[in-house]
């Protein structure tokens, strides 16, 4: 009789260890409030709902957070006009200032203690001039900084992790990136080969699940991870790209690591369009005391970035200057690669090796010369990738580009640090 009720005394131990995580989650709350120009605080929002006024160029100031139904709590802290980063607030406190008429550029959000273990924080901001941010969570970035842009409103929410489900690689490729963090520029820590078993943990965020590798826990592009055993593979098979330039940096003064000038402010133009659909390069061993032409071969050179056909070289003293078009076929898509602002000495390149319309090119052949053609404050090359039938395609357009790929002018736009990166498109 005594060893029955043990028994039963552990069965129900078990069975409360079960219930309560389950259904302690379907009472877990989240709620948030913000302090915006001319209104105050703006009331408390729950689960997702947007709490500001957008429309009305109102800055967000200051707001609060906290979580309900699950022991543990919630940390987060502003980025403010003139201050900068402020110190991680926690459970309803006031992050930000009031009465200072500063405004909130960015936030970070993330859970602590228990509840982290069974949720992850989502949240998006509203900002000035760019409009709804993507989504991010735990403790990543959300808004801009160094731009002097005012988050207008904010929307948080909880998400349930997953205990896991099976996935499989689904590429065409022969293997697809494990990566340290959420980012095309975070560094790969395995290569899962084509057709290979995961366990994918909750949803897509900014394009990446959480997936564990033969024990090694990391993040894979989305867009390549199939839950079917029999994975079909994808029409947007690879396509090997290399760096057009040697020793390759982005020519920028200030730029993200992580994106090297792609989609961000490059200045305030006449015709409104500020933001940069390529990236600028040039090698890092150039000379600046030093003419283009007067730089050493390895540095002057510019280089096809993939196997391809030329379809355009030529070009003028205004917009991208002298060029190079190459056409390849990825996959099921045809993309284009547009090598800008390059020497005049370029021309007689094209000449003396054959370069023109028609001609196949290998990815690293050169192609050209680095230059300062067209409208351009100094010597770089701007890359883009992009799909359209135009030689010629803008180089900026009027919003800030946070994906790895844009529309704008009737074309689509490729992030080429993504593509390089990957051999693949987002």
């Known amino acids: 009789m005594k060893k029955l009720f043990a028994l039963l005394t552990l069965v129900c131990i078990c069975v409360t260890m079960l219930v309560v995580p389950i259904s302690a989650a379907d009472s877990v709350s989240v709620t948030y409030n913000f302090h ?4 105050g605080w703006c009331g408390e929002a729950k689960n997702g709902a947007s709490c500001g006024r957008t429309g009305q160029s109102l800055r967000g100031e200051a707001f609060t957070v906290k979580v309900s139904g699950m022991s543990g709590g919630i940390q987060y802290r502003a980025h403010c006009q003139n201050y900068g980063w402020r110190s991680w607030v926690s459970n309803g406190s006031v992050a930000g200032t009031t009465g200072k008429s500063l405004r909130l550029e960015a936030l970070q959000i993330k859970l602590t203690g228990e509840i982290a273990n069974h949720f992850d924080v989502l949240y998006r901001v509203h900002v000035s001039t760019i409009g709804w941010m993507d989504w991010v969570k735990n403790g990543e970035t959300a808004g801009t900084t160094g731009r002097s842009l005012q988050i207008e409103s904010l929307e948080i929410k909880l998400v349930a992790k997953s205990t896991g489900r099976a996935g499989y690689v689904n590429t065409s490729s022969a293997s697809l990136n494990l990566r340290k963090s959420a980012s095309t520029s975070s560094s ?11 366990t994918v943990y909750g949803s897509a965020v900014n394009g990446f699940y959480k997936v564990s590798y033969n024990g090694i826990v990391g993040y894979a592009s989305a867009q390549y991870i199939a839950f079917s055993s029999t994975p079909t593979p994808s029409n947007n098979a690879t396509l090997e790209f290399d760096w057009p330039v040697n020793d390759v940096t982005c ?3 200030s730029y993200k690591s992580s994106t090297m000038s792609w989609g961000e402010y490059e200045g305030n133009f ?3 369009r500020n933001y940069h659909l390529g990236l600028d390069l040039r090698s890092s061993k150039y000379d600046k005391s030093l003419s283009p032409d007067k730089q050493t071969a390895s540095v002057r050179e510019v280089k096809a970035a993939a196997d391809g056909t030329v379809v355009y ?9 002298y060029r190079v078009v190459i056409e390849h076929k990825v996959g099921d898509k045809t993309v284009r690669t547009l090598y800008a602002h390059l020497s005049t000495a370029s ?10 319309a028609g001609t196949t090119v290998k ?3 050169q192609i050209g010369y680095l230059g300062n053609t067209g409208l351009s404050s100094g010597a770089h090359l701007h890359f883009a990738i992009y799909e359209g039938n135009t030689t010629n395609p803008k180089g900026r357009c009027n919003y800030e580009v946070t994906a790895n790929k844009t529309t704008y002018d009737g074309m689509t736009f490729y992030n080429p640090k993504y593509v390089i990166e990957n051999d693949m498109l987002p």
Do not use: L
Not at 36 to 39: K, M
Not at 313 to 321: F, Y
Not at 347 to 356: L, S
């Open 36 to 39: 915006q120009q001319n209104v």
């Open 188 to 198: 790969v820590i395995a290569k899962m080969p084509k057709g290979s078993q995961v």
């Open 251 to 253: 020519t920028w003064s």
């Open 270 to 272: 006449s015709d409104g």
């Open 313 to 321: 070289v030529g070009g003028t003293t205004s917009g991208n200057g």
């Open 347 to 356: 021309e007689q390149f094209w000449k003396d090796n054959g370069i023109k």
């Open 363 to 365: 990815r690293g052949q």
